[in-house]
C-alpha cells in the first residue's frame, strides 16, 4: 500500500503530511504547481463553478468522515480512483483495529477552500484545502493531546482533459439528462431514472493527505501488524458498470 510521509507540495513549512494515493500518470508536475484559483479549468470550461465544486468536494469529505465513523468505506468508491480508494479502504479498516478512532472522528467538520487547478498532462487537475475541526473533549477522553483535535487535509481531484461541466455548473447533476442530484441521494434519476450513483462530472479523488498527527501515529504503531491484518481483509471486487440507459423520449 502507498503511505508516506511528505511536505505539503506548495510550502516548505516542515508540516508532516500522511500520504495516501498519487496524482495520475503523468501529472504529477503539474499537481505540484497549480495556479490559484480557478482560472486554469476555466479556459477550458466555461461552465466550471467554483463555488458548486467546493461544495461538492466537500460533502466527498463529509462522506470519507462517515466512513471512518461506521468502519465502512464502500460509499468512497464513486468518488475515488480505484487504486487510492484501495488503499484508502485498507488504511481505514486496518484502523478500526483502535476502538477509540470512530468516536474522534464523530464529531469533525470541516471548512474547505479551492487552493489551485491546472490543465495539462492530459487531465484536469483541482486541489481542495481543509481544515477539520473536533472535539477536544474526545481527545482528552482518549488521553490525547487536545492541541491535535484541529488539522489540515488536502484532497486532489483530477479528471480526463477533455470533459467538461453541466451547463448548469453544477456538479453533481444526472449524466444523462442533466437534471439537478442531490449529492446525498442514491439510486435513481427522478427524471430519467437513470443510475446516478458516480455522479462526479468526471472528477476522482486520486490522492488524500492529512496532517493528523493522531492518524500518523496509529499509522505508525500498526505499521508492524499492517500486512498481517490488511492480508485478511478481503475487499469487494470493482463493481461492473453498465452503460446508463438513455432518457425516455416523447412520442410524437
Known amino acids: 500500500m502507498r503511505f508516506g510521509r511528505s511536505r505539503r507540495p506548495d510550502a516548505s513549512s516542515g508540516v508532516q503530511w500522511t500520504v495516501i494515493g498519487a496524482p495520475w500518470p503523468g501529472s504529477a508536475a ?74 474522534l472522528m464523530a464529531s469533525a467538520r470541516a471548512t474547505a477552500a479551492l487552493a489551485g487547478t491546472s490543465v495539462s498532462g492530459g487531465f484536469q487537475t483541482a486541489l481542495l484545502d481543509l481544515l477539520v475541526t473536533t472535539d477536544p473533549a474526545a481527545f482528552a477522553t482518549a488521553g490525547l493531546d487536545d492541541r491535535h483535535s484541529e488539522w489540515q487535509e488536502q484532497w486532489l481531484f483530477q479528471r480526463p482533459a477533455g470533459s467538461r461541466t453541466h451547463p448548469c455548473g453544477a456538479v453533481a447533476v444526472c449524466p444523462v439528462c442533466g437534471a439537478p442530484a442531490d449529492p446525498e441521494e442514491k439510486g435513481s434519476c427522478r427524471y430519467c431514472h437513470s443510475d446516478i450513483t458516480s455522479r462526479t462530472a468526471g472528477w476522482l479523488v486520486t490522492r488524500t493527505a492529512t496532517t493528523l498527527r493522531t492518524l500518523a501515529d496509529i499509522d505508525a504503531k500498526l505499521d508492524g501488524v499492517r500486512h498481517q491484518v490488511s492480508s485478511r481483509i478481503d475487499l469487494p471486487p470493482a463493481p461492473v458498470v453498465a452503460p446508463p440507459p438513455q432518457p425516455p423520449r416523447a412520442t410524437p
Open 30 to 103: 503539474e499537481a505540484a504547481s497549480l495556479t490559484p484559483g480557478p482560472q486554469a479549468l476555466l479556459a477550458v470550461d466555461r461552465a466550471f463553478n467554483a463555488d458548486s465544486f467546493v461544495a461538492w468536494a466537500r460533502t466527498v469529505y463529509e462522506r470519507a468522515i462517515a466512513s471512518w465513523r461506521t468502519g465502512d468505506p464502500a460509499p468512497l468508491r464513486p468518488v475515488m480512483a480505484e487504486a487510492v480508494w484501495h488503499d484508502y479502504a485498507q488504511h481505514l479498516l486496518v484502523a478500526q483495529t483502535w476502538p477509540l478512532f470512530p468516536r
